[in-house]
């Protein structure tokens, strides 16, 4: 099958991975990370799902993990300084390449999981009309690997077939999920090289 549109992820795929800022923080953000992770898997329903599907606000998250780990609502700061979502670099050579495969006919799309109040940190910095359409978890109802956004992409692209469609995330199982519903999927990981992944499955001048 001729792949026709291609979706990407954000962070991680088009961004530097997502890292907690380290510079001028009162506190150990990894270690934090780590102990607010557990505390999250121990809980049902898993509040930060909740928080990318846009079900409950970062102010209610964070109040909500402060007081199961003190210190990890740190870990979500919106100001600029260190804001997670604003401190992330986007990568030039992948962009080029969205614009690449654009300007050859193939639908191009951005896909991610996300949190509402980062939005302003990080659309405005995507190039404009590089994407047909940007799916953002929190404002849809739906993240990955759930079916239903990989589902509402192929809608909003106008798009029947999966198996036209090549998925593209820095995770696996977001990977897994688009290909569990019949999309073509390729597990990017930070050191690899995307043009030449890209290769296999469409053609680049």
Partial sequence: ???????????????????????????????????MAAALASTEPHRWYELERGEISLVDFCAWVEALVPGASSLFAMDGAHNVMANLSLIDDRL?????????GLRTGLVTNNVAE?????LPRLPMGLFEIVIDSAGVGHRKPEPGIYELAM???????????????????????????????LHCPADLDLRSALGAFVSLS
């Fill in 1 to 35: 099958m001729v792949i026709e549109a291609v979706l990407f992820d954000y962070s991680g795929v088009l961004t530097t991975s997502l890292r907690m800022p380290t510079d001028d923080v009162p506190y150990d953000p990894d270690a934090l990370f780590v102990e």
């Fill in 96 to 104: 080029v390449l969205v614009g690449e495969l654009k300007a050859q």
């Fill in 118 to 122: 980062w939005q302003p940190f990080w």
């Fill in 155 to 185: 809608q909003r692209l106008g798009i029947v077939e999966p198996s036209t469609v090549l998925f593209i995330d820095d995770f696996e199982w977001n990977v897994a999920g688009a290909t569990d519903i019949g999309m073509v999927g």
